[in-house]
């Protein structure tokens, strides 16, 4: 019991992360329509960025995660403005190929500038664990879970009541009707790049500092898509309550089945979940039907 | 001078298809202006060249132009030219299904710089439509057509329009909703002071409220006049009220026969 306990607790660490990941990616698509194949890198990027400005430029921990995020609100901004925009209006497939394209863009620059060896944060937060009862829980988690939960927190909010998220949800719904109500549609594509790479570099940031850092975070990123369909593609509740799922299937397949066969489960239920979603429920949980028009 | 006057316009969709052939018209300020015409003669393309949303969909003001209290507005975003008090109420409704109806009346002020006022014009759509009021916390995709209408045109009321265009808000409700919609377009007419430029398929009852009306075919105007005059016009009796002169009543699939008649009159 106490076994499965601690299981689900890191389940749930991982998870919130990949609930984060998650957000950005449905964000994107919701409002743009773009699914993007370049969300794992951001993911990389944000955790690389944070760690040159604290390991190379000893940046205290908190400014550099202060300013990964306004690096990474800027990334997104520019990827928006110079390769989505012109793109509108483009065939969906030619879209999904310029992610693809940009997420090895992305890879081939962290690996130009940082080098394809394994890199450690710091210790930055304590490593005196915390006992609640029967299990033990590492510092690190605990804030992890707490920024995850932050930064979820922070934009359900945003979306739930500024004038600005509710316009970015409206824009999602009817993007026609957006626009005659006076809502600039392409300040909206640029917002959702915006948060996506940033709560993507949150992610990196939180990764990093658990596993360390090196140029396969963009696959920590990948498993955004079970997330996703699980919780349905267009459904930001759905994408955290998605992340969650997979990031405790995970662990339990690691922590049980693993040690019956061998290792190598853990890496593979989340997509074989992702199948046997799409096979039973190819909208997910919370996604909405009419989604096979957009 | 008029607060919007249409000059001349020639609209092409996708480079190539003519769908606006010189169109023009008038609206005074103040006033209920209706624009008339059977499916596909222009009149919604008429509406979206106005409010700029002609550019989402490949559509271009070729030639001619449109002025706004003076200005010309035919080469600007929608964006600039609802800020600049023009406010469309799209053809379908189109209220954000997903949005409760409070969110639908927030996203409508969203051009707004007077924020703190948002609250108090959300009770003053209230006032005019008791039951979104009573729905405030609906998501609004769940609601009848009369009570999405209702709220399209509440979402327009929030963004303080100078101008406001209608299209067909009479289309797909029971006649008795019709009617309360028409009080309530006259209402906003008179008591916010709201231009109003009015289509609809519903000759009969936007001729009655409306001062002024153009009937187009084809891609321009082809009779305009006080409503009044439309009103006792033989042909726009027999053709668009659906009363020839023996009171009967009359379907569409005239208007060819009513074609021919206009070509030989002319
Ligand atoms: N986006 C578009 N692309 C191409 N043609 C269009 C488009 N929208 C409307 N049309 C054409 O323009 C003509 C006028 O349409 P519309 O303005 O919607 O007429 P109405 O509102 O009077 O029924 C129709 O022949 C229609 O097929
Ligand atoms: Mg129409």
Not at chain 1, 113 to 142: D, E, K, M, T
Not at chain 1, 271 to 280: A, G, H
Not at chain 2, 131 to 141: D, I, S
């Amino acid at each position: 019991m106490d076994f499965l306990l601690q299981l689900l607790i890191s389940g749930i660490v991982v998870g919130s992360i990949y609930a984060l990941v998650a957000l950005g990616f449905v964000l994107i698509y919701k409002a743009t329509g773009v699914i993007n194949f370049a969300q794992g890198e951001f993911l990389t990027v944000g955790a690389y960025v944070c760690l040159a400005l604290v390991a190379q430029l000893q940046f205290p921990f908190w400014l550099a995660f202060l300013f990964t995020l306004v690096v990474a609100v800027l990334m997104g901004m520019l990827i928006e403005r110079v390769a989505l925009r012109p793109m509108i209006g483009e065939p969906i497939i030619s879209i999904i190929m310029l992610t693809i394209g940009l997420s090895s863009v992305l890879k081939g620059g962290v690996m130009m500038i940082w080098g394809p060896n394994n890199r450690a944060y710091p210790q930055i937060f304590s490593q005196v664990p915390i006992h609640v009862g029967p299990v033990v829980i590492s510092q690190i988690y605990l804030w992890s879970v707490g920024f995850a939960a932050l930064f979820l927190l922070i934009f359900t909010l945003f979306f739930k009541f500024s004038s600005a998220g509710i316009a970015m949800r409206a824009t999602a719904d009817d993007q026609q009707a957006a626009l005659s109500m006076g809502i600039s549609v392409k300040k909206v594509f640029g917002m959702a790049w915006c948060i996506a790479a940033l709560v993507s570099a949150v992610g990196g940031i939180l990764v990093g500092n658990i596993n360390g850092v090196n140029i396969s975070l963009g696959f920590f990123g990948l498993k955004v898509f079970p997330a996703v369909i699980l919780g349905g593609l267009d459904s930001i509740p759905g994408a955290i309550i998605g992340g969650l799922i997979i990031g405790m299937l995970e662990a339990i397949a690691a922590g049980y089945i693993d040690p019956l066969v061998g290792g190598g489960m853990k890496e593979v239920i989340p997509f074989m979940v992702l199948v046997v979603i799409l096979m039973v429920k190819p909208y997910g949980f919370f996604g909405t039907e009419e989604i096979e028009k957009v | 001078m008029s607060l919007l006057s249409v000059n001349n316009i020639e609209v092409i969709y996708n480079d190539v298809i003519l769908v606006l052939k010189g169109m023009s018209l008038d609206v005074p300020e103040g006033k209920i202006v209706t624009l008339l015409g059977a499916n596909g003669a222009g009149k919604t393309t008429t509406l979206k060249a106005i409010s700029g949303l002609l550019k989402a969909e490949d559509g271009e003001v070729t030639d001619g132009n449109i002025t706004f209290m003076g200005q010309e507005i035919n080469k600007r975003d929608a964006e600039d030219i609802v800020k600049s008090g023009i406010f469309q109420v799209m053809e379908g409704r189109r209220i954000f299904k997903e949005l409760t109806v409070t969110e639908n009346l927030i996203v409508g002020g969203h051009t707004r710089k007077d924020r703190g006022n948002i609250k108090r014009d959300i009770d003053m759509v209230f006032s005019y439509f008791p039951r979104l009021k009573e729905r405030f916390r609906q998501v609004a995709g769940y609601m009848s057509g009369g009570e999405q209408q209702m709220l399209a045109i509440g979402r327009a009321l929030m963004a303080k329009p100078r101008l406001m265009l209608m299209d067909e808000p009479s289309l797909g409700l029971a006649p008795l909703l019709v009617k309360e919609i028409f009080e309530i377009i006259e209402r906003i007419n008179k008591e916010e002071k709201t231009t109003i430029l009015l289509v609809e398929q519903n000759a009969n009852l936007a001729l009655r409220i409306a001062d002024y009306g153009y009937i187009m075919e084809s891609g321009k105007v082809m009779m305009d006049g006080d409503t009044t005059d439309l009103l006792n016009n033989p042909d726009v009796k027999e053709f668009y009220l659906g009363l020839s002169d023996v009171g009967q009543k009359k379907s569409y699939r005239d208007v060819k026969h009513y074609k021919r008649r206009k070509r030989w009159l002319s």
